[in-house]
């Protein structure tokens, strides 16, 4: 195993340098990067901004759970009553919607409460 890795230090120098260059020629430079991403952002809110009133409007003091409001990223955590998020990721894929699995956030995918969901929105 020395031998092998002695002699893959020689054979990996440093990063992929053909997708570092396909990045460079994509971008440009710093500024094109933020634009683009800028892009991104212009798409995401309005998809953001329609999943925090949902909540707001439909779940805001029930106490049926919690939820962050990210300020950047493209995830909303939510925080279910205990032995709810499985139910919830089931409801919501037989509703059509796709959600990470319940519990994805934590070690091995097991939540022990079974209250967390993390869903992306796109």
């Known amino acids: 195993m020395e031998d092998f890795v002695s002699y893959l230090k020689r054979q990996t120098i440093g990063h992929d340098k053909v997708n570092q260059l396909r990045h460079v020629r994509f971008f ?3 500024h094109g990067m933020v634009e683009h991403m800028r892009k991104h952002a212009d798409i995401i809110r309005p998809k953001f901004e329609a999943v925090e ?5 439909d779940l805001s003091g029930l106490e049926a ?3 962050t409001c990210p300020l950047g990223g493209y995830f909303i955590m939510f925080d ?3 032995g709810c998020a499985k139910d919830i990721v089931a409801l919501a894929k037989k509703a059509g919607v796709t959600m990470t699995p319940a519990g994805a956030t934590w070690p091995y995918g097991k939540d022990p409460n079974d209250s ?3 869903q992306a929105v796109a």
């Open 53 to 57: 009133a949902t909540l707001e409007r």
């Open 116 to 118: 967390n969901e993390k």
């Open 80 to 82: 279910s009553l205990p």
């Open 28 to 30: 440009g430079d710093i």
């Open 65 to 67: 759970g919690t939820w």
